[in-house]
């Protein structure tokens, strides 16, 4: 099995700083990318950051300059900094990872539990 645990969620002021980590554990074969994305209530999940094994980085247009997202590749985990915080960052933010399990002929999507991040005005 395949766990992903995340972290680092809680109540901000806005304009205030939040960082996110989620680690990867189980029979994982090779990881190939890892992300965050977020849910806002009546709104769609969407991505915030990617990070592939490679290190490339994409952004959602909103985070570009606030969030940084990295990965520790030996520890199978991926952060996300969060700075300049605003209440429309104010979501539900989950982790994903694309991997390879021992035996697997592909990869698939595996997702954390979620954890919330609340930006106060």
């Known amino acids: 099995q395949v766990q992903l645990v995340e972290s680092g969620g809680g109540l901000v002021q806005s304009g205030g700083s939040l960082r996110l980590s989620c680690a990867a554990s189980?029979?994982?074969?090779?990881?190939?990318?890892m992300g965050w994305y977020r849910q806002a209530p009546g709104k769609e999940r969407e991505l915030v950051a990617g990070?592939?094994?490679?290190?490339?980085?994409k952004y959602a247009d909103s985070v570009k300059g606030r969030f940084t997202i990295s990965r520790d590749g030996r520890r199978n985990t991926v952060y996300l900094q969060m700075s300049s915080l605003k209440p429309e960052d104010t979501a539900a933010y989950y982790c994903?990872?694309?991997?390879?399990?021992?035996?697997?002929?592909?990869?698939?999507?595996?997702w954390g539990q979620g954890t919330q991040v609340t930006v106060s005005s």
């Open positions: 189980g029979s994982i074969f090779s990881i190939n990318g």
């Open positions: 994903n990872a694309r991997l390879r399990r021992y035996g697997d002929l592909h990869d698939n999507d595996y």
């Open positions: 990070i592939t094994s490679g290190g490339i980085t």
